[in-house]
Every structure is written in C-alpha cells, then in structure tokens.
C-alpha cells in the first residue's frame, strides 16, 4: 500500500508553487454572497480556482485538470466557453437528519480545449512539443455551505478510450492549519483513529478530511455522487510559504490504472464544506444536495427503525458464528431476540452466522441455513410478531460469490419478510485481487445496491466504500460501517475505543453520512481482553443513540443486559428518522451536543451530549425548541460519582419542565455524556 500513490505524490512535487496568471479570469458567488470563487488558467495552460470567503481566502490557487493515458488535461489548456445558472428548490427526504432540504446554489460550468501528449505515462515523462485538442468540462457550484465541483470529459475522437491515470485536483490551504483524519496506508475498511495534526505532517489520508483553519473558519474536503469512479483520498505537499497544498490521490486498479472510464467520463463531485465553527460542518446539506434525486416511483417499502441481534455476545466469546456446542444463531435463540424485539418496540432481529460459510473449508451459502437455524420458521415466527429478520450475507472478500447468489439470495428473502440484510467484506481485497475503495469495489457495490431495490431490501453495508451521499439516489442504502465501531471494545488489544473518539466521529466520518457504530452497551463485565471494556459511561453510551447517526440504529448489547435496565426506556422512545437536526455546541475531539426533532409530527426533541477524558459542564440553550410550548425533559445523567475508569456504570434520572427560553445545565463526567427526551406537552 505504502507505494500506492508514488507516482502521483511524485509528479505534484515538479510542479511550481507559484502561479502564473492570465489576465482573463471568472468569478462565481454564493447565494448569500459570503463566498466567492474564482477560476483562471494560467499562462502555461494549467486551470485553477481560488475560494474566498468575505474577502479572505479560503483555499489559494489550487490546480485542476486529469492526466488520462496519453493525455494530460492539465496543461495546455485554454477556455472555450462558459455557462451560467442558479437553481432553488426544496426536497423532501425519504429517511435523514431533516426531512427537507434547500437546493440554492449559483452554477459556473467551464469548457477548457487543448491538452499536452504524455508519453511513458506512468513514469511522468511528456512530449510538451505537441498539442492536443481535447475537451473537459469542469462544473462548480457554488452554496452558501461550500463548494462542489465536478469533472466531464464527452465522447470524442481525440480521446477514443478514457483512462484516468491521475487526477490533478488541489485544495491549497493558504496556511497551515490542524487537520483530523485517518491514513490511507496502515487502514483498512477505513477502520481507524482519527487524529489531529497539522495538515503538512499527514500522510496521505482518506477523506472527510476535517480543517481548522481558523478559529472561526472550518472546513471539510469529501466528495459527493461516487457512481463508477475510484475513492478520493489526499496527499500533502508544501506550497509558497507556510502554504500546504492537498492533491488528489486516486485509489488504483491493480494494473495502476485508477478509473476505466471508456467513450466518457463523469467523475464525483469534489467537496469543500465551509463554516464558522464546528457544528456548521454537521448541519451542511452540501453533499446530499449534489446527489441526483430518487426517481423510483414507491419508497414505501424503505422504513427506518432500531434493532437488536446476536452479535455482542459473539464478539464478547459467549457464543460463536460458526457451529458448535455455543452457536449463536440458533432458532431457539433468535425466537428469545424476537420476542424481546417484540415487547419493547424493535424493529428488527439481526442474525450473523446463521448461514453455510462461516467454518474453515466451508463453502459460503447465502441461502442454506445451519441445520440448528430454521430459517423458514424463524422468519414466519418474526412475521407474526411484527418483527422483520436482519439477514447477514458475509463474503470473506470474495464479492463473486455474492454477485453469482444475490439474486437467488434475495429473492428468497423477499418472500420470507427478510426486509434488511447486512452484507460484509472481511478482506483486505476483493476477490483477493482489487482493493474494496477502488472502481472495482465502486461497480460492485452499486451492482448489490440495484438487485436488492428489486428485491425491495434495504442495506446495511459493512467494508463498505466511504459514503458520498448516494442515499439520496438510492435510498435503500440505509447505513454504513466503515468506521471504528463498538466491537473494539470487546477485544482489541488497546483497550478499546478512546474516550475522544466519539467526540471525534460526528466531525469526521460522521460528514459523509450514516455510519453502524453499533451504541448502547449497558454491561461491562466478563473483559475478553483484560482492561478492554467501552472506555465511556452508560450515559454515554445511551447519548451515542442520538449523537452518532444511522436510520437504522443498533442497540447493540446482549439483550440479557437490558431487561430491567431504566436507561432502555430511551432508547424504546427514540427514533432514527428526524425533522430536522441541529448542533447546540461542539469541538472536535472534546464535546458534542446534537438536538434532533423526531419526524413523527408529535414535536418530540432527543438531544445527545458526550465528553472526551475531560468532564465538563455544558449550558445548552434550548432555543430550537418551539415558542411558547411546554416540553417535559427526561434527563439520563451521568451519577454524582460517575468516572469512566473507576464508576461508569452510575446514572441518574431526572425530569423538569423546560420551554425554548430556558437553557438546561448539563454536568458530564469523564468520558461522560446525557442523553435527554423532550416531550412535547399538549
């Protein structure tokens, strides 16, 4: 892996740090006219843009353009025409953080001819003598949240067969400035810690790559519409002064080719979210809104809820995936998670290892059940209960299998009630040949998106691609892993999650969307690695339910933990679809408060609350509430005496009456956190 991006990183550091301008240039503003960008070529040929916001710069001169196999966009290029346009609408969510959303933003659409030879591509050599006459389209919207602009290269005779060897994208941070993110190299399933550290000091890193370049200035580089095209990641390099400049590093196909494009080629948007402080990042629509809109004609079928499973005590070593005398997903056992599914509210029982494939040398079925699972009776069992079956389709990497299954698979889960399924990749390659973030894993993915919607399943995606909104297009993409979840908290040898991690997450992998973190562990006995347990309090846990988004919600404990538990009386009452989200106060990697209004119409509000290492005590003003309305608010608390290390099972109920004039006082202990229902009062 370590080598995946050398030739990219290579070519970047030829090139000069200062610009060399042409006179003619284009100016685009946003909506509110806070932000404003701008886009030249300079005098070599090398398209660029700058983004300003009130007269300060954002990103400086930052280069654009493609080198394809025998063709560098990049250089020599010249503006051929432009277009303008400007578009406001609202739309209305199938499931998300807010039922609505506002699409207003200013278009500018450049037409650039020309190019330069490249030969020898993949060793950097180019036959500047000669010209090309190419054509690529760059778009750029312009919101009052940030940025997205994307790449169109037309069918034509000068381009016969597109393949992108490298993407010439920059994002040129005027100054060096702290960055939250997580390695390309040394990750998988983007399965890590997100650290903080000055952009310069990274290697190259996976986005949402989070910025604060100011304090009153954050940002967060992502991509938006990832269709058939490979994951964008960002490689450093140093700029004219203390400038740092991010350049686009494509992940590759093993032949070291990055994107098989054919006659055309449309790449992802890419993203730059502005805000003042933290929480805007959390609150910006940007990426949804440069998504294509759902066009089937019924979505009923797509329906949010939480669930519970047989996992936590798999991980835990109670009981096994594989058969044996401690199986987990036995018939018997699932009927116990369905009639609790059933007493209190659940949507839905997961079962992982109820299928052939999870025993050495076994071949993996996603249709033959274990002889102790009665896949047939457990699903008419759950049918009656008004519970639906979460199937589980692990691959062990090798996507072909499920590709060859999936439709029979699917199928018979359609007819049996199964109406979610789980899919996984534990692998470090698919089909042990092409990594999972690349355009292979793109198709592949989309393919198991397309049989399910005619199949009217919905998607728990786990080694998944990184998000980039594709919810909005197809929605029954619900969730994704592809974070550090709550399993490490069972066994990794560091002791589990950090307490900063979560505080983390809403900033960071949370911008790209929904993510299966797996929240709510209510017991910390029976430590499979001595010291390993969720370094965080119950009522930490319980806030992570609000805080840490995903329409399809896990509580995830064994549900022995959480008979006769006061705190599970929440999480009956919480949703995991909402009319509208907002963040009261946060800093990355220190404290979040997130408020959400259930979408039920009741006018109900959930707010989440959670701390680092550090306790602290937080005012939360209330003012999102509805004026002139009586709410009663039910506060699970951190207790008194409450401490992650040394007491973090102590909580506290409490209620009082608030109204949105009031700020309510929150006492969050270390690795602490509140989880509060606001219940509207008639």
């Not at 025998?70 to 303008?84: F, W």
């Not at 297009?473 to 589990?496: C, F, H, I, K």
């Amino acid at each position: 892996m370590k080598h995946l991006f050398f030739n990219t990183l290579c070519a970047a550091l030829c090139l000069t740090a200062s610009l060399s301008v042409s006179a003619a240039g284009h100016s685009l503003s946003s909506p509110d006219g806070h932000l404003t960008l701008t886009t030249g070529v300079e005098r070599d040929g090398r398209p660029y843009y700058t983004l300003s916001r009130d007269g300060k710069t954002v990103l400086a001169a930052s280069h654009l353009g493609m080198t394809l196999t025998d063709t560098d966009l990049s250089r020599g290029m010249k503006v051929k025409a432009t277009a303008r346009d400007s578009h406001d609408d609202t739309w209305t969510t199938v499931w998300g953080e807010r039922e609505t959303m506002r699409n207003h933003y200013n278009e500018l659409t450049i037409t650039y001819s020309g190019g330069k030879p490249v030969t020898g591509a993949h060793e950097g050599k180019e036959n500047k003598s000669k010209k090309v006459s190419a054509t690529m389209t760059v778009t750029f919207r312009l919101f009052d949240d940030g940025l997205g602009f994307r790449y169109d290269i037309p069918e034509q005779r000068a381009l016969p067969d597109i393949t992108v060897m490298d993407e010439a994208t920059e994002f040129t941070l005027p100054q060096d400035a702290p960055a939250w993110s997580i390695p390309t190299n040394r990750t998988i399933y983007y399965e890590n810690l997100y650290t903080r550290d000055l952009a310069s000091r990274k290697d190259t890193v996976h986005t949402p790559l989070t910025i604060e370049a100011a304090p009153d200035l954050h940002l967060a580089i992502h991509q938006a519409a990832l269709v058939d095209y490979a994951d964008l990641n960002l490689t450093p390099r140093p700029a004219a002064g203390s400038a740092v400049t991010l350049l686009a590093a494509l992940t590759p196909w093993q032949d070291g080719t990055k994107v098989k494009a054919g006659k055309s080629l449309r790449s992802p948007w890419r993203t730059v979210i502005v805000g003042h402080d933290a929480g805007d990042l959390i609150e910006s629509t940007l990426m949804l809104n440069l998504n294509e809109p759902c066009t089937w004609d019924d979505t009923s079928w797509i329906q949010p809820g939480r669930y519970i499973g047989i996992w936590w005590s798999i991980h835990k070593k109670k009981h096994t995936w594989e058969q044996g005398p401690h199986h987990g997903a036995t018939t018997a056992n699932m009927k116990k998670y369905i009639d609790f599914a059933a007493k209190h509210g659940f949507s839905g029982v997961l079962a992982e290892g109820w299928n052939y494939g999870w025993g050495e040398g076994e071949q993996i079925s996603f249709t033959k059940p274990y002889p102790d699972f009665d896949l047939e009776e457990v699903a008419r069992y759950a049918a009656a209960k008004g519970v639906t079956i979460v199937g589980h389709t692990e691959t062990w990497g090798k996507s072909h299998m499920l590709e060859e299954q999936m439709e029979e698979a699917f199928a018979l889960y359609e007819r049996l009630g199964i109406k979610v399924v789980k899919t996984g990749y534990v692998g470090a390659m698919l089909n042990g040949e092409e990594l999972q973030h690349s355009q292979f894993g793109a198709r592949h993915y989309r393919k198991v998106l397309d049989c399910a919607a005619r199949h009217h399943i919905m998607i728990d995606n786990h080694e998944p691609m990184m998000p980039t909104g594709l919810q909005r297009t197809m929605p029954n993409l619900m969730t994704q892993e592809g974070v550090r979840g709550q399993e490490y908290n069972a066994w990794s040898a560091d002791g589990g999650n950090p307490p900063s991690h979560t505080a983390t997450l809403p900033f960071t992998r949370g911008l790209a969307g929904p993510m299966d973190f797996t929240p709510a562990i209510f017991f910390y006995g029976d430590e499979v690695v001595p010291g390993t347990r969720p370094q965080s309090t119950i009522a930490k846990q319980l806030a992570e339910f609000v805080v840490l988004y995903s329409p399809l919600q896990m509580a995830a404990d064994d549900i022995d933990n959480y008979i006769g538990h006061p705190a599970l009386s929440f999480i009956e009452s919480c949703p995991t679809t909402w009319r509208q989200t907002v963040v009261p106060g946060g800093e990355v990697g220190k404290y979040v408060t997130i408020a959400r209004e259930a979408r039920d119409g009741s006018g109900d509000w959930f707010i989440g609350s959670l701390t680092n290492e550090q306790a602290r005590t937080l005012q939360v003003k209330l003012d999102f509430l509805e004026s002139g309305r009586t709410y009663r608010a039910t506060v699970y608390e951190d207790g008194p005496q409450a401490d992650y290390r040394t007491n973090p099972m102590s909580m506290a109920i409490r209620q009082i009456d608030v109204t949105a004039a009031d700020i309510l006082t929150l006492n969050l202990a270390r690795s602490g956190g509140a989880a509060i229902r606001l219940k509207a009062l008639k």
